[in-house]
T-cell receptor
Framework: DGGITQSPKYLFRKEGQNVTLSCEQN?????MYWYRQDPGQGLRLIYY???????QKGDIAEGYSVSREKKESFPLTVTSAQKNPTAFYLC??????????FGSGTRLTVV | AQSVTQLGSHVSVSEGALVLLRCNYS??????LFWYVQYPNQGLQLLLK??????LVKGINGFEAEFKKSETSFHLTKPSAHMSDAAEYFC?????????????FGKGTLLTVNP
């Protein structure tokens, strides 16, 4: 079945560490997105990519970085510059903009 | 710039009662509108979408929504709530004329269904 796989499901980060969240899709979608979800805040866009080797900042890109070397993959790195990284992170993809397909999310906790 | 306002962060209904979740949007161009559902610790699942065809849109699980341009609204309804409908619901808008397909989400409405 086609879909989006996010891993790991749970991730713990120590202060000052960089961590990378994986997002892989086998839907052959061109566009991919990373959102951050906090209770009562809805979803906020971190980064998005419309084609391989190109990506744009979203509304809350500070402290995050991405790459898009392959169409299927769009990993997100949460850097030590992100002061409040504890959140639920969702990856999504779309073809033609008529609705996103979401992954099941990664819950990141700072310990 | 686009924006979405969901009225009521928490809605509680009895099983069998009407479900009404409110969404108002702001967009400078004709919008595409979406409703998503999220169960705890899961991703979002598309319930239904409006893409400038029929203004009354039917989705999965018995949900429907009506696009009202004059009221800039896209409220979600279901005639009879089931216990399994308990979840968080998000309304979203995108620019139908844009090429980046970015979705702007509301803050969500948590639906509780009481037996």
């Amino acid at each position: 079945d086609g879909g989006i796989t996010q891993s790991p499901k749970y991730l713990f980060r120590k202060e000052g560490q960089n961590v990378t969240l994986s997002c892989e899709q086998n839907l052959n979608h061109d566009a991919m997105y990373w959102y951050r979800q906090d209770p009562g805040q809805g979803l906020r866009l971190i980064y998005y990519s419309q084609i391989v080797n190109d990506f744009q900042k979203g509304d809350i890109a500070e402290g995050y970085s991405v790459s898009r070397e392959k169409k299927e993959s769009f990993p997100l790195t949460v850097t030590s510059a992100q002061k409040n990284p504890t959140a639920f992170y969702l990856c999504a993809s779309t073809e033609g903009g008529l609705g996103y397909t979401f992954g099941s999310g990664t819950r990141l906790t700072v310990v | 710039a686009q924006s979405v306002t969901q009225l009521g962060s928490h809605v509680s209904v009895s099983e069998g009662a009407l479900v009404l979740l409110r969404c108002n949007y702001s967009s400078s161009v004709p919008p595409y509108l979406f409703w998503y559902v999220q169960y705890p610790n899961q991703g979002l699942q598309l319930l239904l979408k409006y893409t400038s065809a029929a203004t009354l849109v039917k989705g999965i699980n018995g949900f429907e929504a009506e696009f009202k341009k004059s009221e800039t609204s896209f409220h979600l309804t279901k005639p009879s709530a089931h216990m399994s409908d308990a979840a968080e619901y998000f309304c979203a808008v995108s620019d139908s004329g844009g090429s980046n397909y970015k979705l702007t989400f509301g803050k969500g409405t948590l639906l509780t269904v009481n037996p």
